[in-house]
Structure formats: C-alpha cells, structure tokens
C-alpha cells in the first residue's frame, strides 16, 4: 500500500489524508449513475414484469421492441423531430451567439439573457405555453410543432457552448480579413467559423441530444403518429409495466453517451 | 496587362528590381479634413486635418488613449466618424466599407488565420479578388521571398516565433498591392532587439514598396527610426506634424517637448528690453512670435556638457551653476541631476567613455553645465 504514503498533488498532502474524498466522490458517483445502468440489467430480463435483478436472462424484450411497428415509427420520428431541431437551433443559435459576442451593445448582454431563459423557466411551462398558442394555429401533433418546441430548448445551449468558444478566438482576425478585401458575411464563412467549427458540432449534437430526450413537451405538443419514442414509453410506464422500456431505454443511454462522447472527444479537438 | 506588370502595379518592389521604382504610379496620398469622432461627450477625434504625402511613411505617435488608433480605424473604414472627410487621392472614403477600401492592414496582434498555412493567410487577399492559381502561387512567393521566408510557406502558424509571424501579417498586407499600409503598433509584442531589428528592416521594405504608409505607435524611439513625418496626436487633437528633426530640435509645444526625448523645462522671464531671461542670464534675443505669452525653456539632458577649465564664450553658450544631486550609471549613458536653483533641477546625460571627466562627478559637486545656443529651444508656456 506504498501508494498511500505518495502526495497526491504538488504538496504534502498523501493520497492516505484523501482517502475519505476519494470515498465521498465513488459514493456521488455511485448514486449518479445506478439509476441509470439498473435499466440494463432489467432489459435482459426474462420476467414479464421489471425485475431486480433478473432471475432468468433473454433478450426478448429488444425482439418485442425491433418487432412493433408502434416503437419502430416512434423511433423515426424522434430521430427526425431531432435532427430537424438540429437543423433549426444550430444555425440560430450561432447567429444570435456571434451577434450579440460581436455587438459589445449595452443591451446585448440582457438579450442574451433573454433567449437564454427557455433554460431556466420549468419546461412544463413552456409545454403548456406552447400547447395552446400550437391549439390555435393547429401545430399540436405536427412534427413542425415539436421542432419548433425542441429549438426552444436548444437554442439557449447552442448559443452557450458558441459563445464560450468566440471568447478565446481573436476577432482582429476577422478585421484582417475585410481590410484584404472580404466582405462581413465572407469573413465569418472564411475565418470565423472553420475556427469554431468543433463548437458548432458540439452544439449540433446537443440541440439533437435536447430533442431525443425530451419527454414533458412531447408529451403535450406531440400525439398520433407522431408521437415521440420518450411520449411512447411514458404513455407505457403508465398504463403497463413492461420491460420494453427497459430496452428502450438501454438503447437510448446508448445513444446519449455515445453522442456525449463524440461532443467530449470534438470539444478536445479544438483545443 | 501580362502577371508580371500587374505584379509591379501592385507595388511589389524585389530587392532585385529595386531600380525600377513604382512609387509615383501606386502610392496614394491620404487626405483627412475636419475629421471629428466622439464617444459620449469625450472627443476622440476633435476636428483633425491631416495631409499624409503619397508614398510617405507618417507615424501617428501619442499615448494611449490619444486617439492615434481611432484615426488609423477611420482611415481603415472600421469606425464611421461623426464628422469631416476622408480621401484617397481624389476618392472620399468616408462611408466606403472597408473590404472596398484596398488598404494592407497590419494589426498588433497579427490576426494571422490559425487554420491555415503560411501561404494560404498569404494568398487570401489575392483569393479574394479572383487572382489565378498560377499568379497567385507566383505572388504569394515573391512577398514571401520580399520579407524572407521563402522557405516556410507550407508552415502552420503555431510553427513560427513571434518575428516571422510579423512578417507573414506583412506579408498578406502588401501582396495585394495595396496602394495604403497601415499598422497598428505592429512591433510592440515583439523583444526590444528584436523590434530594434524590425524597425530597420520596416524601413527598408517601406522603400521598396513605395505605398503610402500610417503607422500608429506608442514609442517615441520607434517614431523617430522609421518615419518620413510624425503626427504627435494628444486629447485628439494633432499638437505637431513633422519631420523627426524638427519634432525633436524644435517641437512646437510642451506637449511635443515632453513627450518625444527627454527634456527638462525652465521656465523664462522677459526683461524690458525684450529678452528671455533665466536668472541673471539672456536665454534668447530673438524673440518668438507671440512674446506676449511667458516661455519656457527646452533643454535636452545630452545637449549639455561639463565646463571644466576652460572658459566659455557667453555669445556661444549659456552656463548653470549647480550641484550635482544624484548620478546614475545607466550602461551606454549615465544620468545626473543637478540642481540650478531652489526649485529646478536639470537632467543631464554622459556618454560614459572611460576617458570622460564626467564619469568622477559625486552628489553633492559643485558643477558648471554648458548648453551651445544652437541647441536652445523656447516654446510658449500654455500650461
């Protein structure tokens, strides 16, 4: 047990005297994610209810869900309503990032604060919110509805993740670029945006990940054939206990990490 | 129009070639009149006229906050003034965007494009305006051989040290052939030798190109290396335009005087004949214009020298009597200060030749300083 003679940074602090912080951290770490691994197990299961820990494996369960029409269709469209918000709140998101980064306006700081607020406001509120201005329009249950709902949501993160990375690039640079001749909108194509271009993906994968999870909005804008996976499997949970959702939702912790992962992995890239 | 003239109309002078001078067919002279920029009720610009010369090297020279960088802004198109006119030749500027201004900017920083290659932050002024890939490649060489890196144009940015980023920004600046260079303190990130180096080689490329060129710095010693003229630029306002001797041997206000060299002021008074007088001695006969107005005089510390023995001719030089209050040694110079009278003291400056006499000078000294009277400045006394 030499290792806990050793000092665990620059001073004489031995990971021995850290001991109990090492302790605390595995315990918060613990309790983070076995709520969201338990799911993993149960989808094995061969049990017809949820069960911990399975008493019989099989893989029944991701067969029931590759084999219904019903959760195959509400994968599609969760797909698409999340990559549609994509589309929608990345290019938004980055404009109103670099405009209100590049005004230096007196106002622009509340702007941002501004459209930053669908992140702080409860989400049922917009739910709700969105529920009956969509009722008067007729955009409830329309995919068109729910990307707009979602770009709500995703906007504010991509214009948080854009407007970090503009802080460390030097916008003299795009001052060159008109004085050789390059028109605003040509400099920030040329120099600006290769320059964040990882940032952008970052935030792309974000404004997916937003929409893929969202289940409160999708629950009262979305319905009919295109209702969401996540309003789906709420509906699901509801009315009958069935370890589908447990396939499911492996499935989608897959999808997530994986995606968060890539965003990890792009974020370093830039630096 | 063959790649090889287009290249001479842009300016572009090689070492080789340096016989066949574009200056007059290229160079632009700058006109500012009236020019007047405000932030809130602080002036930046306060009515500012200003004839730069086609083909001269102008140095707008302040402290911070003088304004000199709004004014070069200006002239780049990157700030809109509230009031007075810009032209390029004939050509008001004033409310032309800058990507259509066609002038070679080169910015402290460098702003050089991290995500591309030597060559590439080259040849994107000359993407930019629909040149060849032939021609550019051509180019893009000769501007990079003109500020000698020929051999790094495949080079990523993070590759090169803070001198060859200089010349790359140069580089992209000049080999459009812009007819105005303009530089925002471009050496000030740089070492001092290595800026002293600079300074001389800036020289030496503005010669070759022949372009118009503003150059904003802080540093008086940078102004009076390189420039045709100086603009010392204070509160907005030009307070001297001229050339480095005159600004230095007769600058026109306190102002001037204290900022460019070092200088120690003492103030003179009129006797009834009309002469200015310090103590008991006649400073100057030749009255200036406005003798109304009380004068003070300029006297650099190294235009004074040590009276020993020998006696001095009072119609060719004026004398202090003074103590020598504190001597420093400084390396190539030493520094004293030597007290006049109750309230002023005089700066003085020795070379520190080993064989100088100066160099046994202790606090406390009982000295005599001479000044030639060729080397008297008088400037009216505003403050």
């Not at chain 1, 289940?215 to 054939?225: L, R, T």
């Not at chain 2, 020279?61 to 390029?88: E, H, Q, V």
Request: net charge negative.
């Amino acid at each position: 047990m030499g290792w806990l003679q050793r000092s665990a940074s620059d001073t004489q602090v031995t990971h021995r005297d850290r001991l109990w912080l090492y302790v605390v951290a595995a315990i918060i770490m613990l309790l983070l994610v076995i709520p969201t691994f338990i799911v993993i197990p149960m989808s094995f299961s061969d049990s017809q209810y949820l069960e911990f820990p399975p008493s019989n494996w099989s893989v029944r369960w991701y067969d029931e869900y590759f084999g219904s029409s019903k959760w195959m269709r509400a994968t599609v469209t969760s797909f698409q309503i999340g990559v549609l918000t994509m589309l929608v709140a990345t290019p938004l998101g980055t404009a109103a990032a670099y405009a209100l980064f590049v005004s230096g306006h007196r106002a622009a700081r509340a702007v941002f604060m501004f459209l930053i607020t669908p992140m702080i406001v409860p989400v049922i509120l917009i739910a709700i919110g969105a529920f009956y201005a969509f009722g008067r329009v007729g955009l409830n249950n329309t995919i068109t509805g729910l990307v707009l709902a979602h770009t709500v949501l995703a906007a504010p993160l991509v214009m948080i993740v854009i407007t970090a990375s503009l802080r460390t690039y030097d916008l003299n640079q795009e001052l060159v670029a008109r004085s050789l001749g390059a028109s605003r909108l040509k400099a920030f194509f040329a120099i600006t945006l290769p320059q964040i271009k990882f940032s952008v993906v970052t935030a792309a994968l974000l404004s997916f990940l937003t929409s893929f999870d969202e289940v409160i909005i999708a629950i009262f804008v979305s319905g009919g054939v295109n209702a969401t996976l996540t309003k789906h499997m709420f509906a699901a949970l509801r009315d009958y206990i069935d370890p589908t959702i447990a396939a499911i939702s492996t499935i989608m912790v897959l999808v997530s990490s994986v995606l968060l992962l890539a965003t990890q992995f792009i974020g370093n890239r830039e630096k | 129009m063959t790649a090889r003239q287009y290249f001479f109309r842009g300016a572009l002078i090689l070492a080789n070639d340096s016989n066949q001078s574009a200056e007059a067919s290229t160079a632009l002279p700058i006109h500012i009149r009236d020019l007047t920029k405000r932030y809130g009720q602080m002036y930046a610009l306060d009515s500012v006229d200003l004839e730069i010369k086609s083909g001269e090297f102008l140095t707008l020279l302040g402290p911070s906050g003088s304004g000199k960088t709004t004014l070069l802004m200006a002239i780049a198109g990157f700030n809109r003034p509230d009031a007075g006119s810009i032209c390029f030749g004939d050509t008001e500027m004033i409310l032309t965007p800058p990507h259509k201004r066609d002038v070679g900017m080169v910015f402290q920083s460098y702003a050089l494009f991290p995500h591309m290659s030597v060559a590439e932050n080259v040849a994107f002024p000359l993407q930019l305006r629909k040149v060849g890939a032939a021609e550019c490649t051509e180019r893009v060489a000769e501007a990079l051989a003109t500020v000698q890196l020929s051999e790094f144009g495949e080079r990523g940015i993070d590759q090169l040290s803070g001198g060859q980023r200089q010349r790359v920004a140069l580089a992209r600046a000049f080999v459009f052939g812009p007819r105005i260079l303009l530089m925002d303190e471009p050496l000030s990130a740089l070492d001092k030798k290595l800026r002293e180096h600079m300074q001389i080689e800036l020289k030496h490329l503005h010669e070759k190109l022949g372009v118009t060129t503003v150059y904003v710095t802080h540093d008086q010693r940078e102004a009076l290396t390189m420039s045709d003229r100086i603009a010392v630029i204070n509160h907005g306002r030009l307070a001297q335009v001229d050339t480095p001797h005159v600004i230095y041997n007769q600058p026109a206000n306190a102002f001037v005087a204290d900022f460019i060299g070092e200088s120690t002021m003492l103030p003179l008074s009129g006797d009834s004949a009309g002469r200015l007088m310090f103590a008991d001695q006649v400073v100057t006969t030749e009255l200036p214009a406005d003798a109304v107005a009380d004068h003070l005089l300029v006297v650099r510390p190294e235009r004074l020298f040590v009276v020993r023995d020998e006696t001095l001719d009072p119609q060719k030089t004026i004398a202090f009597d003074g103590t020598v209050r504190e001597f420093v040694f400084q390396g190539e110079t030493a520094f004293a200060l030597v007290a006049v009278d109750d309230r002023h003291e005089l700066s003085v400056r020795f070379s520190t030749d080993s064989a100088s006499s100066q160099n046994e000078l202790r606090p406390g000294d009982k000295v005599s300083l001479g000044l030639h009277r060729e080397d008297v400045i008088t400037i009216p006394d505003n403050a």
